[in-house]
Nanobody, 119 residues
Framework: QVQLAESGGGLVQAGGSLRLSCTASGRTFSSYAMGWFRQAPGKEREFVASIRSRDGRTYYADSVKGRITISIDTLQMNSLKPEDTAVYYC??????????????????WGQGTQVTVSS
């Protein structure tokens, strides 16, 4: 069984930065893509960013472009805004996906880490 664990969340003022990490454990697996999603209270889970492991191709939600950078195991978030407040989840996809933006495409999920941005 594969477990993913997020870390690095917390409370930050608007304009600040956070670096989230995603650590895999358990059964060895090969990820085709890694993604980050977030869910704010009362809202549906939404796509934040994804990266395809083999070619490094990245995709970002319009709301975070220019402020967030994804790598295979981290999510660097800069210039944070109060509307970025949510629980952030990392996810792994083991087979092909094109944009890798649909949460239903992902095979493994972490438990989430809270990010709170104060105004």
């Amino acid at each position: 069984q594969v477990q993913l664990a997020e870390s690095g969340g917390g409370l930050v003022q608007a304009g600040g930065s956070l670096r989230l990490s995603c650590t895999a454990s358990g059964r060895t697996f090969s990820s085709y893509a890694m993604g980050w999603f977030r869910q704010a209270p009362g809202k549906e889970r939404e796509f934040v960013a994804s990266i395809r492991s083999r070619d490094g191709r990245t995709y970002y939600a319009d709301s975070v472009k220019g402020r967030i950078t994804i790598s295979i195991d981290t999510l660097q978030m800069n210039s944070l805004k109060p509307e970025d407040t949510a629980v952030y989840y990392c996810a792994a996809r083991t087979s092909f996906c094109l944009l890798c933006t649909n949460p239903d495409e992902y095979d493994y999920w972490g438990q989430g880490t809270q990010v709170t941005v104060s105004s």
